[in-house]
């Protein structure tokens, strides 16, 4: 058996299939190519899944690959049990080779075969397989290609070994290559055998044999031309290569432990609690390396949601180890150093990961300050005891209470952990020391739930289905695209579509989807809308309100039969509205300016993540960690004018997507690019993949204004800006506004700054003496609120009416009060606006026997209204203040029955 290390071995696999005929693929990000029905690219076939299905050829048919892949989402979800055992990963590298109608079972075997008998001298006699029950024909080619003996080829049924893309489409059995690893590996038992779920029978390879076509009623129908698709585990590989019998003892996840071990002052393979955690952290270090670089960041949904849960075990783990402080960039530089070779956008990436990393560790910080007060408070309201403040290291459980029965439900502990980010097991400690058990399997329900909310969501988010005769037209024909160069075409109707059904004839007045052998009408993509304009012939005219491409080079025209009727096979003039192509021309290419203009203003981190090219603005959304401030916006509109204003050549030119890369061109996550790509350069200052329509010097823009900035998510910023009419629009209302301005202020523009600061000092002189009367007020009313309590039960009770007092008032008039009695209850009604404000205050003393929250919640009830809140101070609003007086006198009897 040869010993290789993991890059000997990603060479070695990639390099031997490369001698047998297939070409060598890069990994495809990990962010799926428009499929966002996945989370993250989880299998080495994800990139390949189009080739599969027929709506997508490419210029070879045989491939190999070693592809990122993460599961940690969705269907496919290991996060739970990473750490855990010595196999389950987030991040892991698949080796993988692949056959589009070419070789089949045959060829697949004896490949497989050959790599790892002959290439890597594992022993043929340690090695089993498992098949399909009913693949007999895999079964002969096992013995007799590879020799293996009858009694190591094992049937199993269709859960184990029948692969399917969905509930349709293409699927077929499959073949799993197994080595025993020996009985001193795994649980040792004297019956282990194929079937042991333990290490001792390690799957190796798995074989998919995409043979048969599913139909909506399960009826399975042989593929005119079957496709392989195989992947193999790098890292279980290298472990038995390596001679190991962990994961985590490979040189692809070892020394990230060592790192851990650097960080914390522990020694790994001490303590089972302690090697987890290290585990966990070295792998979700990978993990969060290899996502970032990729173009997510953390959030609080989809892709960004499972990074920030990934980042935060990780960093829960590492309190567990004794880390304070930001320490897990530290693990995802020792992974960008270690990975770089293979994948060297690791180190373009660098600065961005380092960046997003101590962002993340600096929130969790902040979370555990915002979260762990009101988890305490929600606590104490659990256990009804006195609500004093609870002190409490929360990472020290060595001095847990004995449990009192008390239960903190399992949908409270999901809310604690779903808003507010706080890990169960940092719950359950914190519970543990106050008495309390958490609900787990409540727990683990509400977080089923949620998974399967998001799984739906995600998959009504993926790409609708083409219907099927654009499937099979796509087959037929490809849609002639002309409209970079010409506005005006003559074409044929080849379909017509209504309501997902073929029509012969359209007439008048009806809606259709028409599809041309040939169009100058760019479809919605890359961010850029549709065009619109007109299909004209004899005596026929039809409006085209839209334009879009359910599949590659399928282009449909989204009409309104205005004059005439349609039928296929006819002849129409195709006319695309000039002018509103002319303006989004405009528009997109001041978007390419934008974007080169906030890589130099902000950092090479600055990354597409969404965008709208239309005729009238523009809308750009990108990646940042915080606003962009005022000065740096202005150089960014400053320089895309300038860039304007130097009449800069647009050109494009037609490459692979290989040479566009290497040519510097930006790529975004989530775009799909074919292996023909189309790069747009502005000189040196712009170079993008894109397949939008552009102006054809910088100088026809004419002008660019950023008119808005903010935030849309974490991590994501968005800018709107305007050129062309658009703009001219905006800055005829901005001379409208600054118009009216001088008017009002009887002055010109230039002295409006003095007169606004005049009136705003004005206006804050006013507000003081307001506040100052309100406190004359205050006190005043205070002494008569004083001068009429009454006592019940030996307590002092003050009860007033407060009119036009908001619930800020008050509780500053109610905390007064407090600091005057001394000991005492206070219930103060205000009418406000036609409704009613309540506070209720109770000096510390007597909250073990009066709450506040009670108080004012029933007090509230008389007014038809609710509230409450802490025992010392609370308040409650109420819908009718004509029963306000009467409410009020009911206070003492109120309170008489709180007291018992």
Known sequence: MRR????????????????????IVASSSLVPQADPSLLFTNAGMVQFKNVFLGLEKRPYVRATTCQKCVRAGGKHNDLENVGRTARHHTFFEMLGNFSFGDYFKAGAIEYAWEFLTEELKLPPEKLWITIYQDDDESFQLWTRIAGVPEERIVRLGEKDNFWAMGETGPCGPCSEIVI?????????????????????????????????????????????????????????????????????????????????EELSGKQ????????????????????????????????????????????????RYGRLLGLEGPFLGRVTEQAVALMKGAYPELEETRDRIAKVTLHEEERFEQMLTVALPRFLDHLASVKEKASTALSINVFDVDHAEEGVGVVLSGGEAFRFYDTYGLPLDLQQEIASEQGIEVDEAGFSLELAAQRERARTHWKT??????????????????????????????????????DGVSMAFVGPGEQVEIVLDRTPFYAEAGGQVGDTGTLVGDDVFVEVFNVTSPLPLVIVHHGLVKKGG?????????????????????????????????????????????????????????????????????????????????????????????????????????????????????????????????????????????????????????????????LYEFLRRQEQTRRRVEALLKGRTDEIPEKLERLLALVKERERE??????????????????????VRGIRVAVGRVDLFDHKGL????????????????????AVNGKVAWVAAVTPDLTPKVHAGTLVREVAKLTGGGGGGKADLAEAGGKEPEKLDEALAKVPKLLEQLLG
């Open 4 to 23: 290789l290390s993991s890059d000997e071995l990603r060479y070695t696999f990639l390099n031997f299939f490369a001698r047998h005929g297939h070409t």
């Open 566 to 726: 349609l039928t296929q096979g006819q002849v129409l003039t195709a006319w695309v509205a000039r002018e509103r192509r002319r303006l989004i021309a405009w528009n997109h290419t001041a978007t390419h300016l934008l974007h080169a203009s906030l890589r130099q203003v902000l950092g090479d981190h600055v990354k597409q993540a969404g965008s709208l090219v239309a005729p009238d603005r523009l809308r750009f959304d990108f990646t940042h960690f915080g606003p962009v401030r005022e000065r740096e916006l202005e150089w960014v509109e400053e320089l895309v004018n300038e860039k304007i204003s130097e009449d800069l050549p647009v050109q494009t030119k037609e490459t692979t997507l290989e040479e566009g890369l290497a040519m510097g061109a930006l790529a975004f996550f989530g775009d799909k690019y074919g292996d023909r790509i189309r790069v747009v350069e502005i000189t040196d200052f712009s170079r993008e993949l894109c397949g939008g329509t552009h102006v054809r010097v910088t100088g026809e823009i004419g002008l660019f204004k950023l008119v808005d900035e903010g935030g849309i998510a974490a991590g994501i910023r968005r800018v709107e800006a305007l050129t062309g009419p658009g």
């Open 180 to 260: 025993d690893q020996g009985s001193s590996v795994g649980c040792g038992r004297p019956t282990c055998d194929i079937s042991c779920g333990c290490d001792r029978f390690l799957e190796l390879w798995n074989l998919v044999f995409m043979q048969f076509q599913r139909g909506e009623d399960g009826t399975l129908t042989p593929l005119p031309k079957p496709s392989i698709d195989t992947g193999a585990g790098l890292e279980r590989v290298c472990a038995v290569l390596q001679g190991i019998p962990s994961n985590f003892d490979t040189d692809l996840l070892r020394p990230l432990i060592a790192t851990v």
């Open 770 to 791: 307001a506040e100052r009367l309100k406190s004359l007020l205050a006190s005043k009313i205070t002494d008569e609120l004083l001068q009429k309590t009454r006592t």
């Open 811 to 830: 509780r500053d008039l109610a905390d007064r009060l407090r600091a005057h009695l001394k000991s005492g209850v206070i219930v103060l009604g205000s």
């Open 461 to 498: 988010l993926g790409t609708q289905a083409a219907p099927a005769l654009y499937r099979d037209l796509s087959q037929r024909q490809k849609v002639e695209f002309l409209g970079y160069h010409h506005l005006e075409v003559e074409a044929k109707v080849i379909a017509l579509v209504k």
């Open 268 to 315: 790994y393979g001490q303590d089972e609690k302690t090697d987890m955690a290290m585990r966990v952290i070295a792998d979700h270090a990978r993990a969060v390396t290899f996502v970032v670089s990729d173009g997510v960041l953390p959030s609080n949904e989809g892709r960004g949601y499972v990074l920030r849960r990934i980042l935060r075990r990780a960093l």
